[in-house]
């Protein structure tokens, strides 16, 4: 638990850097987050890349602080999430992230993995973990839609508007 924390503040922590190292103290580029964020977290669950393969597939994706932070805590939770139960015993597979527009003021964020799967009993929006429930909430606070597919591959994919300022550049 104490490294689940741990995660989300680094993941805040990382989006405040990215916005600082940008010239645009405005905006954050997702892209750059997700590139430091991502071994940043395979690193702290001691995942080593033979065994589960990550990529992120992103274009250009300038997001305001308002909505960067709720966004990397989303990518920190299902990442975190896939890493913890998608691969038992040590099984092998891979994570997905995927950023992209979707129009000129609407983003889709996904994370799918090749894992195990969800339960279809398992009722997400009932769940008693922290990690779901920030999902949903962050989700909310994003003005954004969830939607889930358990299995073949797992998929949680977010879309949700963001302002003309936080666009393209």
């Known amino acids: 638990m104490m490294q689940e924390s ?14 600082y190292k940008s010239k645009d103290f405005a905006r954050v580029d997702f892209r750059s987050f997700l590139d430091m964020l991502v071994p940043t977290l395979i690193s702290s669950y001691a995942v080593g890349n033979e065994r589960i393969a990550v ?28 890493l913890k139960h998608a691969f038992p015993r040590d099984t092998k597979g891979g994570i997905a992230i995927e950023l992209s527009h979707d129009g000129p003021a609407t983003v889709i964020l996904s994370v799918s993995d090749s894992g195990v799967g969800i339960s279809e009993t398992f009722d997400i929006t009932r769940t008693a973990t922290l990690g779901l429930q920030l ?35």
């Open 135 to 169: 999902v949903t909430m962050l989700t909310g606070q994003l003005a954004g839609e969830l939607t889930i597919r358990r299995s073949h591959p797992t998929r949680f994919a977010i879309r949700f508007p963001i302002p003309e300022e936080g666009g393209r550049s």
């Open 6 to 19: 741990q995660n989300r503040i680094r993941s805040m922590a990382l989006i405040h850097e990215t916005l």
């Open 55 to 82: 990529s992120i597939n992103s274009g250009e994706v300038l997001l305001p602080i308002n909505a960067a932070i709720p966004c990397g805590l989303v990518v920190n939770e299902l990442i975190s999430n896939a």
